[in-house]
T-cell receptor
Framework: QQQVKQSPQSLIVQKGGISIINCAYENTAFDYFPWYQQFPGKGPALLIAIRPDVSEKKEGRFTISFNKSAKQFSLHIMDSQPGDSATYFCAASMASTEGAQKLVFGQGTRLTINP | ETGVTQSPTHLIKTRGQQVTLRCSSQSGHNTVSWYQQALGQGPQFIFQYYREEENGRGNFPPRFSGLQFPNYSSELNVNALELDDSALYLC????????????FGPGTRLTVL
């Protein structure tokens, strides 16, 4: 099963609050889990990524929590700011039989931070 | 360090035509992947090129083809365009081997009429 399921589809958070986006996967062969941020008319920008041998990774206001047994991972944005308003995608990666590292993306979450 | 660049920015074609999109990888990267992003959806993997060879492909028909050049730049060619091919086409570059981050370009917006 190659899908990555992402929720919620849209999220509104007050400035200074915590934004939480969740993702779930089925294929235990996935071994790399990045999060991307995309602004309208732009390509996705890599935010933060985690491998399944750790349960949490923090970079500035962004934290990934990873639960290997539940096959779930989430992005937490602390002290959310209006500039964080964007669409966020989770993804999972594994090597194909030919050696390619392909990313499988979730459906995206449109995050709006109200000032 | 130069990031991933793509050309053209926008393109309008009619059904049945052919199109070529171009990508220059980030400095130091030798692997290029192409993705299709329909409106309101996450990107879908088309294929990846490494050392000028296709080394992985997603669920896209053979009319989607590509090339990688010795300088690691790449082209995506789509023949016999269909209305459903209208999308943002993204190129991502990465360093050799697995477990490496993929960095995306700004994309080419293709509209098929």
């Amino acid at each position: 099963q190659q899908q990555v399921k992402q929720s919620p589809q849209s999220l509104i958070v007050q400035k200074g609050g915590i934004s939480i986006i969740n993702c779930a996967y089925e294929n235990t062969a996935f071994d790399y889990f990045p999060w991307y941020q995309q602004f309208p008319g732009k390509g996705p920008a890599l935010l933060i990524a985690i491998r399944p041998d750790v349960s949490e990774k923090k970079e500035g206001r962004f934290t990934i929590s990873f639960n290997k047994s539940a096959k779930q991972f989430s992005l937490h944005i602390m002290d959310s700011q209006p500039g964080d308003s964007a669409t966020y995608f989770c993804a999972a990666s594994m090597a194909s039989t030919e050696g390619a590292q392909k990313l499988v993306f979730g459906q995206g979450t449109r995050l709006t931070i109200n000032p | 360090e130069t990031g991933v660049t793509q050309s053209p920015t926008h393109l309008i074609k009619t059904r049945g035509q052919q199109v070529t999109l171009r990508c220059s990888s980030q400095s130091g990267h030798n692997t290029v992947s192409w993705y299709q992003q329909a409106l309101g959806q996450g990107p879908q993997f088309i294929f990846q090129y490494y050392r000028e060879e296709e080394n992985g492909r997603g669920n896209f028909p053979p009319r989607f083809s590509g090339l990688q050049f010795p300088n690691y730049s790449s082209e995506l060619n789509v023949n016999a365009l269909e209305l459903d091919d209208s999308a943002l086409y993204l190129c991502a570059s990465s360093m050799e081997g697995g477990y490496n981050e993929q960095f995306f370009g700004p994309g080419t917006r293709l509209t098929v009429l």
